[in-house]
């Protein structure tokens, strides 16, 4: 039987392409999202694109009984989930203006506790069902998607800046936890992918290749390669690590490009 993989968010987008990439790879595919429907319908179209089970879940925050029922339902179908991605995420924005953010001074406490639910308290209950079928079988892997915004803030987004912090520090102390019963934990932090959100954010984009050394920001592509040296056994010997995606974005004082901002400032260009 193949090897199984349990990937939240997974309907599209950043998700969508790790299901994908593990697809292709022979791996059966479970997926959530919040709308059950577009769950169902990605697991199908990775079905028959490349022939290994797929099946697809509604599941929402603050329902831990719904995240039980899940395994319990994967459970009778033969299969046991040694990877779990840890994909869907609260932004901490609002949707009609993305580029806005959480404004500190007017955010209502209960949008930005849902950050922190969604983001954290849900992955747990995710987590520990899975760990529960990877500690008899003596092995599994757990990576988390967190972000370089936890090192690196930016602006009107505390809440998700602080919950991919928590993240980090979670996934080390689940790596010393877990790590006796073969189960590993590691995190994947992007930078600015390419997503339609992104892309229908247009002149309000924060980032784009302009800003990082290597002149690009990440495709789905490269987030789902690093999930995939994480969740297989090509990093058994690594845990309680990260691993940053973001073009080299973080590791610069400042980009290149203001070099060349600061001399038109001064040649009065701008």
């Known amino acids: ?26 791996w059966d595919v ?5 709308r059950g429907k577009d769950a169902k319908a990605s697991a199908k179209r990775l079905s028959e694109d490349y022939g290994i089970f797929s099946k697809g879940y509604e599941c929402n925050i603050r329902d831990e009984s719904r995240v039980i029922d899940i395994f319990n339902d994967i459970d009778k179908t033969g299969r046991f989930v040694e990877t779990v991605i840890l994909n869907a995420a609260d932004m901490g924005f609002y949707p009609e203006d993305p ?11 209960e949008d930005f506790q849902r950050v922190f639910e969604t983001n954290l308290v ?19 892997s757990v990576v988390f998607i967190s972000s ?12 998700y800046s602080a919950s991919k912090g928590g993240i980090n520090a979670f996934a080390k102390a ?9 189960i590993r934990c590691n995190v994947v932090l992007p930078g600015t992918i390419k997503t339609e959100r992104w892309v229908q954010m247009g002149n309000k984009q924060i980032v784009n290749g302009s800003l990082t050394p290597i002149g690009d920001i990440s495709d789905f592509e490269d987030i789902a390669n690093a999930c995939w040296f994480f969740g297989t056994d090509m ?21 290149r490009v203001l070099n060349e ?3 038109k400032a001064q040649e009065g260009e701008i």
């Open 1 to 26: 039987m193949n090897k199984s993989v349990f990937i939240t968010g997974a309907q599209s987008g950043t998700g969508y392409g790790i299901a994908e990439l593990f697809a292709k790879q022979g």
């Open 235 to 255: 990093s058994k010997n690594v845990t309680g690590t990260e691993m940053i995606v973001d073009g080299g974005m973080s590791c610069q004082l400042y980009p």
């Open 174 to 182: 689940l790596a010393v936890d877990l790590g006796q019963y073969g």
């Open 148 to 159: 370089n915004t936890a090192y690196r803030a930016i602006p009107n987004r505390a809440a």
């Open 30 to 34: 479970f997926i959530t999202s919040r």
């Open 261 to 263: 901002l600061k001399r």
């Open 122 to 140: 849900w992955n747990f209950t995710i987590i520990r069902q899975a760990a529960l079928r990877m500690r008899e079988k003596g092995k599994g």
């Open 99 to 109: 580029a806005a953010g959480q404004d500190f001074w007017t955010v209502p406490v």
